[in-house]
T-cell receptor, first 117, second 110 residues
Framework: EPEVTQTPSHQVTQMGQEVILRCVPI?????FYWYRQILGQKVEFLVS????????KSEIFDDQFSVERPDGSNFTLKIRSTKLEDSAMYFC???????????????FGEGSRLTVL | AQRVTQPEKLLSVFKGAPVELKCNYSYSGSPELFWYVQYSRQRLQLLLRHISRESIKGFTADLNKGETSFHLKKPFAQEEDSAMYYCALSHSGGYQKVTFGIGTKLQVIP
């Protein structure tokens, strides 16, 4: 069964460093997402991506964040200058289209845990 | 703004007892409601969605627009039901962000 894969599973970085989290969505999916979950808090939407552009983003997704689909298979989240409060589990998800313009369920990766020191 | 409220962070029940995980939402448009589940050491996955009207692993959930609720129910809890359960909402139609509740940890006591 196809799965969303994420790398790395855990990354430790110093405050101010750049971090790139990578995701390989399910191959025939067209919609891609990043969510994050700070320890003990809820899963929060960051950004959705469709047709090679951001379709929606939350207020969390400020200028420090960017997403890219560089090669048709990977979907990356970049944090330019990490802050302590960026420490969280970051989940990638993808979904496929359904009839009537709807999207299917979200398929999640296992997450990348980011620790900023 | 869309919002999902799960009032209980932890729900403990005995095996064989009924389960009800509460979820209330606020949304001005026509929402689509989901329950996602995360078993220990596994990824977040869809359990059921309201438009499917199906029972998955014995769980059902009915959308009550009058009470803006989408409670998850199961008549007899099993130990393997122990997991984190997240109620979620999205705008129906088109690609859309999904807003999650804070989650309820269900603990089934043998």
């Amino acid at each position: 069964e196809p799965e969303v894969t994420q790398t790395p599973s855990h990354q430790v970085t110093q405050m101010g460093q750049e971090v790139i989290l990578r995701c390989v969505p399910i191959s025939n999916h067209l919609y891609f997402y990043w969510y994050r979950q700070i320890l003990g808090q809820k899963v929060e939407f960051l950004v959705s991506f469709y047709n090679n552009e951001i379709s929606e983003k939350s207020e969390i997704f400020d200028d420090q964040f960017s997403v890219e689909r560089p090669d048709g298979s990977n979907f990356t989240l970049k944090i330019r200058s990490t802050k302590l409060e960026d420490s969280a589990m970051y989940f990638c998800a993808s979904s496929g289209p359904l009839a009537g313009g709807r999207t299917g369920e979200l398929f999640f990766g296992e997450g990348s845990r980011l620790t900023v020191l | 703004a869309q919002r999902v409220t799960q009032p209980e962070k932890l729900l403990s029940v005995f095996k064989g007892a009924p389960v009800e995980l509460k979820c209330n939402y606020s949304y001005s448009g026509s929402p689509e409601l989901f329950w996602y589940v995360q078993y220990s050491r596994q990824r977040l996955q869809l359990l059921l969605r309201h438009i499917s009207r199906e029972s998955i692993k014995g769980f059902t959930a009915d959308l009550n627009k009058g009470e803006t609720s989408f409670h998850l129910k199961k008549p007899f809890a099993q130990e393997e039901d122990s997991a984190m359960y997240y109620c979620a909402l999205s705008h129906s139609g088109g690609y859309q962000k999904v807003t999650f509740g804070i989650g309820t940890k269900l603990q089934v006591i043998p």
